[in-house]
C-alpha cells in the first residue's frame, strides 16, 4: 500500500485485504472485490467511529493497525516539511528571528507528544499565531475581562470556578502564559505533572512562560484535543476548532488565515 494509505478509488490485494479485515471485524462492506467503493467507505467510517478513530473514510495508519493489518499506528510527520520560509509565511508580520529562535523547540515538543502530522502541526502554529502572533511566549495583559475597575489585577479571574480558581490571588497567579495562553489553576495541575519531567507549575507557575515548557504545554494541550479537534476540521468547522483551544472566537481571523496558508505550502500528510 502506498504511503501506509488506502482510500476511495484505490483497489487490487492491500483492498481485498482491507474488506476481509472489516467483515472480520463485523463490518461488511459487501463484496470482497478489491474496489475501495461506497461500501467499503460506510464501513471504514463505521469502524472507525466504534474505534473513537477520526471519521472520514480513509484508512490510514491508526486505521489499519486497529484493524490488525499492520503494527504502527504513527502518522507520517509534516516536520520534515517544515522551515523557517514556510512558517514566516504563515506569520506574514512577525519578526523571523523569533521564529528562528523558537520554532525548533516547538516542532520537537509536537514530535514527542506524537501530533506532528500535518493537521496537527497546522493547528499548532495557527494557534500560535491567534493568541501570540510575535512567536515568543508572553504574559497575558490586564483587561476590562480580568480586571475589574479600579480593582486588583486579574481579579475577575480570582473566583473563576471553570478554572479551578480558589479565590485571591489565584487570578493573578495563574493568569495566561506561554504560546497557548495557559490559564487558572486547573489548567496549571493538569498539565505540570505531564512534562518531562513534571514541572510544579502550581508553586512555580512563571515557568509555564518558559519557551521550551511552553513548547510543551502547548503540544500536551493539542493531543488532549486531538479528535475533537480533527473532526472539527474534517467538517471545515474552523470555528469549533479554535473554540476547542481557545474557548471562544479570539484571533480567528488569524487562525483561519494562517491555517488557510500553510495547508498550501506544506505537503500533504495522514491525519485517519
Request: glycine share 10%.
Given at each position: 500500500?502506498?504511503?501506509?494509505?488506502?482510500?476511495?478509488?484505490?483497489?487490487?490485494g492491500?483492498?481485498?485485504?482491507?474488506?476481509?479485515?472489516?467483515?472480520?471485524?463485523?463490518?461488511?462492506?459487501?463484496?470482497?472485490?478489491?474496489?475501495?467503493g461506497?461500501?467499503t467507505?460506510?464501513?471504514v467510517?463505521?469502524?472507525?467511529?466504534?474505534?473513537?478513530?477520526?471519521?472520514?473514510?480513509v484508512?490510514g495508519?491508526r486505521?489499519?493497525?486497529?484493524?490488525?493489518?499492520?503494527?504502527?499506528?504513527?502518522?507520517?510527520?509534516a516536520?520534515?516539511?517544515?522551515?523557517?520560509?514556510?512558517?514566516?509565511q504563515?506569520?506574514?508580520?512577525?519578526?523571523?528571528?523569533?521564529?528562528?529562535?523558537?520554532?525548533?523547540?516547538?516542532?520537537?515538543?509536537?514530535?514527542?507528544?506524537?501530533?506532528?502530522?500535518?493537521?496537527?502541526?497546522?493547528?499548532?502554529?495557527?494557534?500560535?499565531?491567534?493568541e501570540?502572533?510575535?512567536?515568543?511566549?508572553i504574559?497575558?495583559?490586564?483587561?476590562?475581562?480580568?480586571?475589574?475597575p479600579?480593582?486588583?489585577?486579574?481579579?475577575?479571574?480570582?473566583n473563576?470556578?471553570?478554572?479551578?480558581n480558589?479565590?485571591?490571588?489565584?487570578?493573578?497567579?495563574f493568569?495566561?502564559?506561554?504560546?497557548?495562553?495557559?490559564?487558572?489553576?486547573l489548567?496549571y495541575?493538569?498539565?505540570?505533572?505531564?512534562?518531562?519531567?513534571?514541572?510544579?507549575?502550581?508553586?512555580?507557575?512563571?515557568?509555564?512562560?518558559d519557551?521550551?515548557?511552553a513548547?510543551?504545554?502547548?503540544?500536551?494541550?493539542?493531543?488532549?484535543?486531538?479528535?475533537?479537534?480533527?473532526?472539527?476540521?474534517?467538517?471545515?468547522?474552523?470555528?469549533?476548532?479554535?473554540?476547542?483551544?481557545?474557548?471562544?472566537?479570539?484571533g480567528?481571523?488569524?487562525?483561519?488565515?494562517?491555517?488557510?496558508?500553510?495547508?498550501?505550502?506544506?505537503?500533504?500528510?495522514?491525519?485517519?
Amino acid at each position: 500500500m502506498q504511503n501506509g494509505m488506502l482510500q476511495q478509488g484505490d483497489n487490487g490485494g492491500d483492498i481485498e485485504t482491507l474488506q476481509q479485515a472489516l467483515t472480520k471485524h463485523g463490518f461488511s462492506p459487501g463484496a470482497i472485490d478489491g474496489m475501495y467503493g461506497q461500501g467499503t467507505v460506510a464501513a471504514v467510517i463505521a469502524f472507525q467511529k466504534s474505534e473513537g478513530l477520526l471519521p472520514d473514510g480513509v484508512a490510514g495508519p491508526r486505521t489499519l493497525s486497529a484493524l490488525g493489518i499492520v503494527d504502527s499506528n504513527e502518522l507520517p510527520s509534516a516536520i520534515p516539511a517544515v522551515s523557517v520560509e514556510i512558517v514566516s509565511q504563515m506569520f506574514p508580520i512577525t519578526p523571523i528571528g523569533n521564529i528562528k529562535t523558537n520554532l525548533p523547540s516547538m516542532l520537537s515538543a509536537l514530535v514527542t507528544n506524537k501530533v506532528d502530522d500535518k493537521s496537527m502541526v497546522l493547528m499548532a502554529l495557527s494557534t500560535v499565531r491567534a493568541e501570540v502572533e510575535c512567536f515568543e511566549p508572553i504574559s497575558e495583559g490586564q483587561s476590562r475581562f480580568n480586571t475589574s475597575p479600579s480593582g486588583r489585577p486579574f481579579d475577575l479571574y480570582d473566583n473563576r470556578k471553570d478554572l479551578g480558581n480558589q479565590g485571591a490571588p489565584d487570578g493573578a497567579q495563574f493568569k495566561g502564559r506561554g504560546f497557548i495562553q495557559l490559564t487558572g489553576r486547573l489548567n496549571y495541575a493538569k498539565y505540570g505533572p505531564k512534562l518531562t519531567p513534571p514541572v510544579d507549575l502550581i508553586k512555580n507557575p512563571d515557568l509555564a512562560g518558559d519557551p521550551a515548557i511552553a513548547a510543551n504545554l502547548l503540544a500536551l494541550f493539542l493531543a488532549d484535543k486531538e479528535l475533537a479537534i480533527k473532526n472539527a476540521l474534517l467538517v471545515g468547522n474552523m470555528a469549533t476548532a479554535r473554540q476547542l483551544v481557545n474557548g471562544g472566537s479570539n484571533g480567528l481571523d488569524r487562525f483561519e488565515d494562517a491555517y488557510k496558508r500553510g495547508a498550501a505550502l506544506i505537503p500533504d500528510s495522514l491525519d485517519t
